[in-house]
């Protein structure tokens, strides 16, 4: 049974649990497409001090979209109640870079719609990036990801390739199979109908 689209954000966050060390850095790339210092500096007449639990102060920014941004100590993190789409987005890069290493998990339909899914969604994190991104940024990110996958040993390779494979050790083949499917393409159409900053949290 599919995950329904209420908890989609969550399916895939849960993912990262499942995924074998994390071909793609998440939170170090999310800073990638956000800058942060440029985002604080564009609201500078939106973002409120405010003083954390421990007495240290923070600086919080309101999007108005449901998303905030916190800073505190030299470093940002961004919320949204919506659904962390820079998360999803990152454990996309690592799901569609693993199924590169291991043909054959996937008929040629799925494939393509495996690789139109990635597009949708990569299209949104370039244009919702801070500063916006060229296109063929996403695809950048990919394919650096299976750069890095075809860099491990076979003996890892082929370890990764079962568990995108149906059976006992297959934790990650019904995902693989889901954000293949048309059903992901409409959840895509769904959870991305409004433009928002495409941040990290909640993940796991």
Known sequence: ????????????????????????????????????????RENADRVMVITDANGQPEQVLDLGDGVKVTCADGSCYGEDP??????????MVDIAALNAA?????????ET????NFDIL???????????RPAGYAR??????????NGVGADETA?????LQPGPDGDLAEMLDFVA??????????????????VMNPCL
């Open 1 to 40: 049974m599919r995950p329904p689209f209420s908890v989609l954000p969550l399916t895939l966050a849960l993912t990262l649990a499942l995924l074998p060390g994390l071909l793609f850095p998440v939170a170090g790339q999310a800073q990638d497409w956000i800058d942060f210092g440029l985002l604080m």
């Open 82 to 91: 919506k659904g962390a789409i820079g998360c999803n987005f990152a454990i």
């Open 102 to 110: 291991c043909p054959g998990n996937l008929d040629a339909a799925a």
């Open 113 to 116: 719609r495996l690789g139109a």
């Open 122 to 132: 990569g299209a949104f994190i370039e244009a919702n990036a801070v500063p916006p």
């Open 140 to 149: 950048d990110l990919l394919h650096s990801a299976i750069e890095r996958q």
């Open 159 to 163: 370890a990764i390739c079962k568990r």
């Open 181 to 198: 499917s048309e059903e992901f393409t409409a959840v895509l159409d769904e959870v991305l109908t409004t433009p928002r900053l495409p």
